[in-house]
């Protein structure tokens, strides 16, 4: 049985199953591992690790810690509270349609980061008039449907990492911006900040960056310095305000104290970098990178909501959460009739998006393929249902919105 439990309460002979780190996005490279000796404890403090999942059947049981499922079905009946708390409405478009709008979004962008890391390469001080504009770009398509260049920065190869994080760490932070209305100078301050928060990496050597294997401690310590080269960097831009400098800087850092580069606790971290940390994180756990394969997006908010408890600002993430909904595209849901479905849309009400059946549990049957829109009908989620038990892969369901998404994706 997978159980979590906290670090205390390991001891040798005991199978850790998942180290639960992820929220320290540059050290996600541990997998699983029998506690062999105390000194394992002492390292998993260091790096800041509260709570892990270990297997019973593969190792020794211990005497607390709960069952993760147990532990899953708590997050999410809090996630959907939490949603339920405020879903407000907003004015949206058809994803079909700003698609379109934010597939030339998505090439501009590509072209203002390059020319952003090649300005970096030849020591040229960071121009960020095109990025603004292109943020007012972003900003108006997120408002019209917060899906679409989402989606979009999703499709990305796996050495576009570092340039599709970019955008859409942005992308979530202006979100996140519209979602609270966020006055628009603010905004603005926010999304370029989020947008080259990690420009300093641009300035460690590529083999460390994208190297598949456990970095060497030398290693580790230069790919921590990308935070401090983004700072400079951000700073050689004329006329940002230090806000957009300090998110560069202090993106890393984490609530309780256990990040870098400064080891800043609690509200000594500013808000910018406060938000900009829990974006980053949320994109890189959802995103492939060169070592390992990105989990679903409803899997990467259960997972920031578990580590708000520790590692970020509590009531940050949960506002980020209700910021990006609870159903995000794809997640697969069962409604109060009994239908199962999947989500593929979101309309003007958080908790209400557009779901398309494919079952019908009350009457254990098969449905023909069929939207519903929440919005305009009595029926309600209940719950999610997991994706892998009905085969949603093999539905096929997507066929219309991928056609769109690969269209999208560069060559
Ligand atoms: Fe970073
Ligand atoms: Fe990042």
Not at 87 to 99: C, N, Q
Not at 107 to 115: E, G, K, P
Not at 154 to 165: F, G, N, P, S, V
Not at 174 to 193: D, E, V
Request: proline share 4%; glycine share 6%.
């Amino acid at each position: 049985m997978i159980k979590k439990v906290s670090i205390e309460q390991l001891r040798p002979g005991v199978f850790v199953h998942d180290f639960n780190c992820g929220f320290n996005s540059s050290n996600l490279i541990i997998n699983q591992a029998v506690i062999r000796d105390m000194k394992m404890y002492e390292i998993l403090q260091s790096w800041g690790i509260k709570e892990v999942y270990i297997d019973t059947d593969r190792g020794l049981d211990v005497d607390d810690g709960r069952p993760a499922l147990e532990a899953r079905l708590e997050t999410d009946t809090a996630l959907q509270d939490l949603a339920r708390e405020q879903p407000a409405s907003r004015r949206t478009v058809p994803l079909k349609e700003e698609m379109l709008v934010a597939r030339n979004i998505k090439q501009q962008a590509a072209s203002v980061i390059y020319n952003a890391i090649e300005s970096v390469r030849k020591g040229e001080p960071l121009e960020v008039e095109k990025a603004y504009k292109l943020i007012s770009k972003m900003e108006k398509s997120i408002t019209r449907n917060r899906d679409a260049l989402v989606l979009l920065t999703r499709i990305r190869q796996r050495d576009e990492y570092t340039l599709m994080h970019s955008i859409s760490v942005a992308a979530y932070v202006l979100n996140f911006c519209n979602f609270y209305k966020i006055p628009h100078k603010r905004t603005m301050s926010l999304a370029i900040g989020a947008m080259f928060h990690d420009i300093g990496k641009t300035l460690v050597p590529i083999e460390i960056l994208n190297k598949p294997g456990k970095l060497t401690d030398d290693e580790f310590e230069e790919m921590k310095r990308h935070s401090r080269y983004s700072s400079q960097i951000l700073k050689t831009a004329k006329g940002l305000p230090a806000e957009a400098y300090d998110m560069g800087l202090h993106h890393h850092e984490r609530y309780d104290g256990t990040g870098y580069p400064d080891g800043l606790k609690g509200d000594e971290i500013k808000s910018g970098s406060q938000l900009v940390a829990i974006a980053d994180v949320y994109d890189a756990i959802t995103s492939d990178r060169c070592y390992r394969n990105a989990m679903g997006r409803l899997e990467g908010l259960r997972k920031i909501y578990e580590w708000s408890e520790y590692h970020f600002n509590k009531d940050l993430t949960h506002k980020f959460i209700r910021g990006i909904g609870v159903y995000p595209i794809g997640t697969c849901v069962k409604l109060e009739s009994g239908r199962i479905g999947v989500v593929i849309g979101s309309t003007e009400n958080m908790i209400q998006p557009v779901v398309r059946i494919f079952f019908d549990e009350k009457r254990n049957v098969k449905m023909p393929l069929h939207d519903i829109d929440l919005s305009l009908t009595e029926d309600q989620v209940t719950g999610y249902e997991d994706p892998e038990s009905w085969d949603v892969k093999k539905l096929n369901l997507f066929e219309d919105v991928a056609v769109d998404l690969l269209a999208g994706s560069p060559g």
